[in-house]
């Protein structure tokens, strides 16, 4: 299958592997030749460190990689940006931002925070609104766990998506153990007969690897894709 110009990376929880996900995406695409650009409307926790796109370059620059807005504590967007005493920029900002790195690169990933459904500004505005407004050129990619509890969570979130008539490029895995127990092998089997496509896996430990050797490998984890 082929992806869309603007790839709207979502999981179905925090901690399941998106930045992972997106930077092998990215460096994916660009041992294709591609040209790619990496955003993430609201980063929270800067005063943890947490910073996505700093691991994105790290793992597959150089790129252009930023975020719409920084905020100190690892919350959600809403909460943080009062915390902060900031006002969120509003989805729009957003989507005009994503459509200009478009016109200067032939993919922009665009990481969501937290799950599909999380607020990114005051009206009330989601990852999933964002795809609605970006159209028939977005299309979301869903990074789900392996492990038990995952077909309740990843159905939902498409579900989720269907409802909107948002376009799901598929389901990726973004720790897929090296050696995977009874319930891993059930459930990717399960989540590669949903009627989406099952774009792949990334390997247990591709976050420990030397950025020269996760960028070698990040193709092999997406072997249904064509770039
Ligand atoms: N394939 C992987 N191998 C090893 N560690 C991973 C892998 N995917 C994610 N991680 C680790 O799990 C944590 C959450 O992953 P991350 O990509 O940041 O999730 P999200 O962006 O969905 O919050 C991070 O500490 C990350 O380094
Ligand atoms: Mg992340």
């Known amino acids: 299958m082929t992806l869309p110009r603007i790839i709207l990376v979502t999981g179905t929880d925090t ?3 998106k930045t992972m996900t997106t ?3 990215a460096a994916a695409l660009q041992q ?15 005063n943890g460190g947490d910073s996505d796109m700093s691991e994105v370059l790290r793992l597959a620059g150089p790129l252009r990689a930023e975020a ?10 809403v909460p943080a940006a009062e915390i902060d005493g900031v006002a969120l920029p509003p989805l729009l900002v957003h989507a005009e931002r994503i459509l200009s790195l478009a016109s200067g690169h032939d993919y922009v990933l665009v990481e969501g925070a937290g799950g599909l459904l999380v607020e990114l500004d005051h009206d009330g505005g989601t990852l999933a609104a964002l795809g609605s407004v970006l ?8 990074v789900a766990r392996p492990s038990l509890g ?7 979130t498409l579900e989720a998506l269907e409802r909107r008539g948002l ?3 598929g389901v990726v895995l973004g720790q ?3 050696t995977p127990g009874l319930v891993e092998r059930a459930n990717r089997a399960a989540l590669g007969s949903l009627g989406v496509p099952f774009l792949g896996a990334l390997a247990d430990g591709a976050a420990a690897l030397e950025p020269d050797a996760f960028r070698e490998r990040a193709a092999s984890w997406f072997e249904g894709v064509a770039a």
């Open 32 to 46: 294709h030749g591609h040209a790619v650009a990496v955003y993430k409307p609201c980063q929270t926790g800067n």
């Open 167 to 169: 376009h799901v490029s």
């Open 23 to 25: 930077a092998a995406l």
């Open 150 to 156: 995952t077909l309740n969570h990843t159905a939902l």
């Open 176 to 178: 897929w153990p090296a």
């Open 68 to 77: 719409g807005i920084v905020l100190e504590e690892p919350m959600a967007p």
């Open 15 to 17: 901690g399941v592997g």
């Open 135 to 142: 159209g028939s050129r977005a299309g979301f990619v869903v």
